[in-house]
């Protein structure tokens, strides 16, 4: 379900973390009042639709609006550089502009995104290395991976 509301581009972990603890800070006697009517599963469709698509959620706090605010930034300032300076400079701009993302990053994101490509790892030896799931880093990787690319 988490995987068909973010339309499968990787954050369907992170949207069923914040679902989850929702449900447990939840009334439980609500809860249980909805698991009675057989409801529960609308009832956790609307909470992720809620999380996913409200710009007032806690998830789009954690784990959208500070990449998207990055992106933006780092756009805006690529355009207004001027196109006579020699490539050399911009791509050391660029560099620093990529870190400056990788800076405002959840740490998680950050680290394993380091790890991979200045350590020089497989996803399956960064995996072993760190016990962290090969489907997690996965995923990891390619979400700042598009936001790198909206460069």
Request: glycine share 2%; with cysteine.
């Amino acid at each position: 379900m988490a995987y068909n509301v973010c339309g499968g581009n990787g954050d369907q972990d992170d949207l069923l973390s914040v679902v989850i603890e929702e449900l447990l800070n939840a009334d439980q006697e609500k809860i249980n009042t909805i698991i009675q009517k057989k409801q529960i599963t609308f009832y956790i469709a609307r909470i992720m639709m809620n999380q996913y698509y409200s710009k007032t959620s806690r998830y789009y706090y954690e784990y959208r609006k500070y990449y998207e605010l990055a992106v933006t930034e780092i756009n805006n300032e690529i355009t207004k550089s001027s196109t006579d300076d020699n490539d050399q400079a911009l791509r050391q701009e660029y560099v620093k502009k990529i870190q400056k993302v990788l800076d405002n990053c959840h740490w998680f994101d950050r680290q394993i995104f380091k790890l991979y490509y200045m350590k020089d790892h497989s996803l399956n030896s960064l995996a072993k290395v760190t016990k962290i799931d090969r489907n997690t880093i996965y995923h990891t990787i390619n979400r700042v991976k598009k936001f790198l690319k909206n460069l």
